[in-house]
């Protein structure tokens, strides 16, 4: 069974602060990484992708991958109020297909 | 370029009914996989297909089928619905030879079962 575990928070932080999201997989096998960011009823919006160790960033967003520790983490700078929405960290398995993560909920605060 | 579509947008079904969701793949993508998102989760994988035929399956019962056509669509269906179906169904799609495994996906249909 391939596990995805994310801190299902909900997680606040005020607008302009860091926010920290992390995420650790089981399947040693895991290839790619991705974060999706979803709003309540909506479709998940790729917002980072990453499948070497180390940093990748990209703008305000900075995915962190360490493969060795099977964790992945997603950090978002100089958060604002429309970052406010779902987090969802997918790995892929051996066929590609997607296992996803509960998801943490983020708030920021105007 | 026409992204994944997807339709319904929403579905409104009874017990016991069977519902066919429908799913058209990203332009030059041949790999579909469908996905189950309840309130509250993240998505959950039911299957992938390519070539017209399944090639992976999540843990979902065979109440819940597929099918994909050779323009590379697909279809979802679910037999006898359950309340515990409710849920908005995600459809995806990609390249079998993507070395990163990207996937598209598409804006989701809502299905209630009441």
């Known amino acids: 069974q391939k596990e995805v575990e994310q801190n299902s928070g909900p997680l606040s932080v005020p607008e302009g602060a860091i926010a920290s999201l992390n995420c650790t997989y089981s399947d040693r096998g895991s290839q790619s990484f991705f974060w999706y960011r979803q709003y309540s009823g909506k479709s998940p919006e790729l917002i980072m992708f990453?499948?070497?160790?180390g940093d990748k960033e990209d703008g305000r967003f900075t995915a962190q991958l360490n493969k060795a520790s099977q964790y992945v983490s997603l950090l978002i700078r100089d958060s604002q109020p429309s970052d406010s929405a779902t987090y969802l960290c997918a790995v892929t398995g051996t066929g590609n297909q997607f296992y996803f993560g509960t998801g943490t909920s983020l708030t920021v605060i105007p | 370029d026409a992204g994944v579509t997807q339709s319904p947008t929403h579905l409104i079904k009874t017990r016991g009914q069977q519902v066919t969701l429908r799913c058209s793949p990203k332009s030059g993508h041949d790999t579909v996989s469908w996905y189950q998102q309840a309130l509250g989760q993240g998505p959950q994988f039911i299957f992938q297909?390519?070539?017209?035929?399944?090639?992976q399956r999540g843990n979902f019962p065979d109440r819940f089928s597929g099918h994909q056509f050779p323009n590379y669509s697909s279809e979802l269906n679910v037999n006898a619905l359950l309340l515990g179906d409710s849920a908005l169904y995600l459809c995806a799609s990609s390249l079998v030879r993507s070395p990163t495994g990207w996937q598209d996906f598409g804006p989701g249909t809502r299905l209630t079962v009441l």
């Open positions: 297909y390519y070539e017209e035929e399944e090639r």
């Open positions: 990453i499948y070497s160790n």
